[in-house]
């Protein structure tokens, strides 16, 4: 009888905490694991309790990935940092053009900016600058396709 007791006590601390943090802005279910862990909270109960969570509707890692793609976007990070983020906390398949489509109207349009945001509008550059421009595109998780494009809507050539 005592142990459960222990366990239910446990399952109410970690819920508290699940709570806490769900209040401040959403998680992942991998995320908020790593934090149960790391405060030192046993890892089939934490298991347990965000399982519940889901089931009642506290947690949900569609709403995290959702308001975690949008605030990579308004940040100007394209899909490809957007989608490797999202796999690094646990959610693997998520279907980012809806959001996309809420948020800026395409890919191209959010480049577009981030681009223009950047660098100058000049049209004609030389080869390392068309390419220190293209990187940085890269880095911010644009496509080749969606760079390509990008400099073919402004005119831009080296």
């Known amino acids: 009888m005592v142990e459960v007791k222990s366990v239910d ?25 790593n934090k149960l862990l790391a405060k030192g909270f046993e890892h089939d109960i934490s298991v347990e309790v965000i399982d519940n969570l889901c089931q009642e509707g506290w947690q949900s890692d569609l709403r995290f990935a ?12 394209g899909p490809l940092y957007i989608n ?6 646990g ?9 996309v489509i809420s948020t800026v ?6 480049a577009e ?15 390392n600058e068309w390419a220190k421009r293209s990187r940085f595109l890269m880095q911010r998780g644009f496509s080749n396709t969606i760079i390509s494009t990008l400099f073919e809507h402004l005119n831009i050539k080296f």
């Open 66 to 77: 959702e308001s975690y793609a949008r605030y990579r976007m308004q940040k100007g990070f």
């Open 113 to 127: 900016k981030v681009y223009l945001k950047k660098y100058d509008d000049q049209v004609c550059l030389d080869r």
């Open 84 to 89: 490797y983020e999202l796999k690094k906390q």
């Open 9 to 33: 006590s446990h399952s109410v601390a970690i819920k508290q905490l699940c709570f806490k943090l769900l209040a401040n802005r959403e998680h992942s279910k991998k995320d908020l694991l």
């Open 91 to 99: 959610i693997n398949q998520f279907d980012l053009e809806p959001i």
């Open 105 to 110: 109207s395409s890919w191209l349009e959010l």
